[in-house]
């Protein structure tokens, strides 16, 4: 088991920044990929961004590439969104997830472990 704790969601004009962060615990988190996802009220979990276990590779959803970075420390069991330039079209609750294998990391149904989701509201 995994456990996937984020922090860090708020309301913020547009344009504004935001550091979304999820802290692990449980089983060695340096062997999961990392996911961050989001939710807008009707519509699918969509991939966000994803960060390999241990090679540093990034993907990046189309419409937050140069304005979101992942990030994450493995000796602090810890990743992290950096959110810049938001737009009100990104307002939606965000998760954190894990998943074993670098295969299918777009897919939300690939990944065992959920956090809670955290609020990220952007006003214009």
């Known amino acids: 088991q995994v456990q996937l704790v984020e922090s860090g969601g708020g309301l913020v004009q547009a344009g504004g920044s935001l550091r979304l962060s999820c802290a692990a615990s449980g089983r060695t988190f340096s062997n999961y990929v990392m996911g961050w996802f989001r939710q807008a009220p009707g519509k699918e979990r969509d991939v966000v961004a994803v960060v390999a276990a241990n090679s540093g590779w990034t993907y990046y959803e189309d419409s937050v590439k140069g304005r979101f970075t992942i990030s994450r420390d493995n000796t602090k069991n810890t990743v992290s969104l950096q959110m810049n330039s938001l737009k009100p079209e990104d307002t939606a609750v965000y998760y954190c997830?894990?998943?074993?294998?670098?295969?299918?990391?777009?897919?939300?149904?690939?990944?065992?472990?959920w956090g809670q989701g955290t609020q990220v509201t952007v006003s214009s």
């Open positions: 997830a894990a998943k074993m294998g670098p295969y299918n990391y777009y897919k939300s149904t690939d990944y065992a472990y």
